[in-house]
């Protein structure tokens, strides 16, 4: 990633500097004739706000994005937000009772045992929080986003190790519930005041029944917590989310003042007084432009290379270049090219037949094909090829150079 960490006086120059930005990336992708999108994103252990991500979709992305077709809403799953059916509020509330489950460690496992709903269950998981344990309710089969959960608890957040979980809760993973359980309880708002749910016992091989959150989890917090996922709705419009895979190409966010103020970077103003300075942080990735433009442009050829990204403007093929003839008129026509500023790829090759040149032209993707063979060289004509579109025409070697100069 190319980044960039502008220094300005204030906010508004910080919020002047993200929409240039922002703008400029959007100029850049859009030139490169690459699809993209934006999302709404964390801005990770970096920190900072109004952080936006451009993302294009592949399967070979190392991100998961929730995206909404109908209205446009993008986000990645990181931050993503859904409408899920939360779990019931019944009218009465049992009391609560244990049961024995033996070897039951799994939600689905707990659901089969009992034959209940995976809606009628909360899932628990231990973080430990600047060396203080936390449990984390979840809703049935629902995972935690630990981004999430780390922006909503600030400081060091990790899961708990599997030697922590009996010494804090009496019980291993499978086991965990949130009676009797004496430090901080978070849950997902999906399980927001309900009751008659099933959790674990704090005890190995038990569980427990009729769980009221409000009357017998009186600490409880909630907040979004949990990972989107595909086809639940969309929080603006209420259609079918798409959940799929994506690369970043670029990335801004805000820094604000919080490496300046942590290292005591300031400046003097007119007056002579310090203020911290106030950062933006951007990133562009070079290379994945090039990356993702190849993902969306392709057939099962090869690479089908465009202005600008064509690493060259024309591809030059010399067919049999033991003739002379066909020798002399590719040199010439590879020099003259270059001399009207044009790149060229000259495949001057004698060593391989014609239907190896070809396959290679077509895998490599350069925009504009110039095939130079005996047949047409008899009337002092060209080949030219659009490797776009597979667009063939004959040209007269007269007026080769302007032809191909109208192509670029």
């Not at 220094?7 to 004739?33: N, P, S, T, V």
């Not at 409408?83 to 689905?108: F, G, M, W």
């Not at 091989?205 to 595909?230: C, F, K, P, S």
Request: overall charge negative; charged content about 25%.
């Amino acid at each position: 990633m190319k980044d960039a960490y502008p220094l300005d006086k204030d906010f508004e120059g910080l919020d002047i500097g993200y929409a240039k930005h922002d703008m400029a990336y959007r100029k850049i992708f859009d030139r490169c004739g690459i699809k993209y999108f934006v999302v709404g994103a964390s801005s990770g252990a970096m920190g900072g706000s109004k952080s936006e991500e451009f993302m294009v979709k592949s399967d070979a992305g190392e991100d998961t994005i929730a995206y909404c077709e109908k209205c446009g809403y993008a986000a990645n799953v990181e931050v993503a937000q859904s409408v899920s059916k939360p779990a019931l509020r019944h009218v009465q509330s049992k009391q609560y009772y244990e049961i024995s489950t033996p070897n039951v460690k799994s939600i689905d496992e707990l659901c089969a045992f009992l034959n209940i709903d995976e809606h009628e269950t909360a899932k628990s998981r231990i973080y430990i929080h600047d060396g203080k344990p936390v449990l984390v309710l979840m809703l049935g089969n629902d995972e935690v986003n630990e981004t999430k959960l780390a922006n909503f608890l600030g400081g060091n957040v990790r899961p708990a190790h599997p030697e922590e979980l009996r010494e804090i809760t009496g019980a291993d993973a499978g086991s965990i519930g949130p009676i009797g359980f004496n430090h901080r309880i978070i849950a997902d708002n999906l399980l927001k005041n309900a009751n008659n749910l099933y959790s674990g016992a704090n005890k190995n091989d038990y569980h427990i029944g009729g769980i009221d959150l409000i009357r017998d989890v009186t600490n409880i917090e909630y907040a979004d917590l949990r990972i989107v996922e595909n086809d639940e709705s969309c929080i603006r419009c209420g259609s079918a989310l798409n959940v799929f895979k994506a690369i970043e190409l670029g990335h801004i966010f805000k820094l604000g003042t919080k490496y300046s103020e942590a290292l005591g970077v300031n400046y003097l103003d007119e007056n002579g007084k310090e203020h911290p300075i106030v950062m933006g942080s951007y990133g562009i990735g070079v290379e994945r432009i090039f990356a993702c433009y190849i993902e969306q442009n392709y057939d099962d050829k090869g690479i089908i290379w465009k202005k600008p990204l064509a690493p060259f403007d024309i591809h030059l093929i010399g067919l049999n270049m033991k003739n002379n003839l066909v020798a002399d008129t590719s040199n010439k026509i590879y020099d003259d090219l270059r001399k009207e500023g044009l790149e060229v790829l000259f495949d001057d090759r004698n060593d391989v037949s014609a239907g190896v040149k070809f396959n290679d032209a077509d895998l490599l993707g350069t925009p504009v094909q110039v095939i130079i063979g005996e047949k047409n060289l008899k009337d002092k004509k060209a080949e030219v090829k659009l490797r776009a579109n597979n667009e063939k025409c004959i040209v007269e070697l007269s007026g080769l150079i302007n032809k191909l100069k109208e192509l670029n």
